[in-house]
C-alpha cells in the first residue's frame, strides 16, 4: 500500500419544509433542511465518501444503503464515525480535509467554526486539519435556485507508521 492516499467526495440534497437542516453535523437555522434517508447532512456525506473511496472501500450507499431502514432519520456523525474506522483499520488516519459547501441560503459563515469544529470532534482530529468553506453558485443550476445544497471534499490520508 502507498504511504498516502487522496479521496473525493460529492453529495447534494434537495431542500425540504419540515425538516432540520443540518451540516456537518451542526443544526443550522434555515425555513427547510434537507430530503434524504438519513438526517441528510450533506457535507458528512460528502466527507464520508471522499474517506471511503480513498482506502478503495466504495461509497456511503454502499455502506449505509437508503433502503436499509435502520439508517432511516440516522444521525450521519455516526456513519462518518464508522466510515472513519474502517480507514483506521486500513492502516490509515487524517492528513487533512478540505470542503466546500455551495448554496444561496443560508449564508454559513457565522456557522463555519462550529462546523469544524464538530468534523474535528467526530475524526478525532487537531481543528487545523479541517478547512470548511462555503459559497454561491452565483444563483446558477439548482443550487442557485435555492432547491437543494451541493458539498465537495477532499481527504489526504497518509499510513500510519
Known amino acids: 500500500m502507498k504511504a498516502i492516499r487522496i479521496g473525493y467526495g460529492y453529495d447534494v ?7 432540520k437542516l443540518i451540516l ?7 425555513s427547510k433542511g434537507l430530503l434524504g434517508h438519513s438526517d441528510a447532512d450533506v457535507l458528512l456525506h460528502a466527507i ?3 474517506l471511503l473511496g480513498a482506502v478503495a472501500l466504495g461509497d456511503i450507499g454502499s455502506h449505509f444503503p437508503d433502503t436499509d431502514e435502520s439508517y432511516k432519520n440516522a444521525d450521519s456523525r455516526i456513519l462518518l464515525k464508522q466510515s472513519y474506522d474502517l480507514v483506521k483499520e486500513k492502516g490509515y488516519e487524517l492528513g487533512n480535509l478540505d470542503a466546500t459547501v455551495i448554496t444561496e441560503q443560508p449564508k454559513l459563515r ?14 478525532t482530529c487537531s481543528l487545523d486539519e479541517i478547512s470548511v468553506k462555503a459559497t454561491t453558485s452565483e ?13 465537495q471534499a477532499v ?4 499510513k500510519v507508521e
Open 139 to 151: 444563483k446558477m443550476g439548482f443550487a442557485g435556485r435555492e432547491e437543494g445544497v451541493i458539498a
Open 110 to 123: 457565522p456557522y463555519i467554526d462550529t462546523i469544524r469544529n464538530s468534523i474535528a470532534k467526530e475524526l
Open 155 to 158: 481527504v489526504l490520508l497518509s
Open 24 to 30: 456537518g453535523g451542526v443544526e443550522i437555522p434555515h
Open 13 to 19: 440534497h434537495q431542500f425540504q419544509e419540515g425538516r
Open 48 to 50: 464520508t465518501d471522499a
